[in-house]
T-cell receptor
Framework: DAKTTQPNSMESNEEEPVHLPCNHSTISGTDYIHWYRQLPSQGPEYVIHGLTSNVNNRMASLAIAEDRKSSTLILHRATLRDAAVYYC??????????????????FGTGTLLAVQP | DSGVTQTPKHLITATGQRVTLRCSPR?????VYWYQQSLDQGLQFLIQYYNGEERAKGNILERFSAQQFPDLHSELNLSSLELGDSALYFCASTARDGGYTFGSGTRLTVV
């Protein structure tokens, strides 16, 4: 599984944009870039994912570098509820093996985002 | 409510005992993934089932086993429990759009 590198921690102020970086220099052409976040004592929560083009959803935006060796998760206006550990994960394509899919997520240590009021 | 249901939410048991954790995936999702999260290890992938069959294995101990039933719910069996097995156990399921949905977890405390 290809590896990702994220800063251990970041700080932001409430209502300001947050840019969470992720390096993945060994990404393969078929790896999807997934972002999840985990609030204290809760299960990981899907945020966004993409392959080559930038992606937007109601939670965040994902900016993918042209060479795909890095990406940035953008929270447009941080709130106190966005304080969490953010994980950047590379996931291979669904490989159909004997009729099933083998595409597990491998979590790293993530970035702990603190949001100050 | 994520749609993935895990029971029980909390479990306290003694060393040497055996417990069963249960997970019901979202309606229509065929895959179930089990993860263990302890303070010093982070989120570790244990095992994946797809439509009743084992598909991938991670760092799962021999004392641990899992299965997925015809109704697609899954059970993770942990036996000969040790203090170090105390952790949060999460399951997740996947949809065709590629996103993974996690349950709220079972907190296991071994005393």
């Amino acid at each position: 599984d290809a590896k990702t590198t994220q800063p251990n921690s970041m700080e932001s102020n409430e209502e300001e944009p947050v840019h969470l970086p992720c390096n993945h220099s060994t990404i393969s052409g078929t790896d999807y870039i997934h972002w999840y976040r985990q609030l204290p004592s809760q299960g990981p929560e899907y945020v966004i994912h993409g392959l080559t083009s930038n992606v937007n959803n109601r939670m965040a935006s994902l900016a993918i570098a042209e060479d795909r060796k890095s990406s940035t998760l953008i929270l447009h206006r941080a709130t106190l509820r966005d304080a969490a550990v953010y994980y950047c994960i590379l996931r291979g394509p669904s490989t159909m093996n004997y009729g099933g899919a083998t595409n597990k997520l491998i979590f790293g240590t993530g970035t702990l985002l603190a949001v100050q009021p | 409510d994520s749609g993935v249901t895990q029971t029980p939410k909390h479990l306290i048991t003694a060393t040497g005992q055996r417990v069963t954790l249960r997970c019901s995936p979202r309606s229509g999702d065929l895959s179930v993934y089990w993860y263990q999260q302890s303070l010093d290890q982070g989120l570790q992938f244990l095992i994946q089932y797809y439509n009743g069959e084992e598909r991938a294995k991670g760092n799962i101990l021999e004392r641990f086993s899992a299965q997925q039933f015809p109704d697609l719910h899954s059970e993770l069996n942990l036996s000969s429990l040790e203090l170090g097995d105390s952790a949060l156990y999460f399951c997740a399921s996947t949809a065709r759009d590629g996103g993974y949905t996690f349950g709220s977890g079972t907190r296991l405390t071994v005393v």
